[in-house]
């Protein structure tokens, strides 16, 4: 092969490996909102960490549910939202004891559904910040990893991620409940 045709396809292949690397970094970051929430392909694996936040699994769980103060749970499970409320397309089931926050999981929320996750938080916490809430969701749902950073930058400050959330319970043939979401305000 002539030297100026090795030139041109190494060349060429630079380009293209230059091209795919950005694309893959431009796909990366339409991911994430400019304030760092995740805000789509929300069932995807899930990091192992969250800042601001514990995580816990099935067994640390329990363990918390058993200590005083008790945790709040708090789904975040999508639910239809048509003319103003809620609409029920399948029966969901939570965790016992749970209170849905419907769609406040969203990486992007419209300052009517602020509103409703910052309410019901004020509202079930009583206005202590310091009153532990667990979020979760299903396995590999990035909502509740947005929830538990909303509730952060909302200022409440015991925070715990139930990453693996209802599925996990479910595994670990634990009982569920069948559940409604807050009512909207």
Known sequence: MPHARRRLLRLSLA???????????????????????????????????LQGATLVDTPALQTLLEQTPRPLLIDVYRRPWL????????????????????????????PQWQDYFAHNLKKLTAGDPTQPLVFYCRSDCWLSWNAVKRAA?????????????????????LPVAPARPEPFP
């Open 153 to 173: 930058s909302l200022g409440y400050k015991t925070l715990y991620w139930y990453r693996d959330g209802v599925d996990a319970w479910q595994a670990a043939n």
């Open 83 to 110: 003319q103003g409320q809620f609409i029920e397309d399948q029966p969901h089931e939570n965790l016992p004891g749970s209170h849905w926050l419907a769609n406040t999981g969203d990486g992007e929320l419209t």
């Open 15 to 49: 380009a293209l490996s230059l091209s795919l690397w950005l694309g893959n970094a431009h796909a990366e970051a339409a991911l994430f909102s400019a304030e760092g929430y995740r805000i789509d392909l929300y069932r995807s694996p899930t990091p192992h960490e």
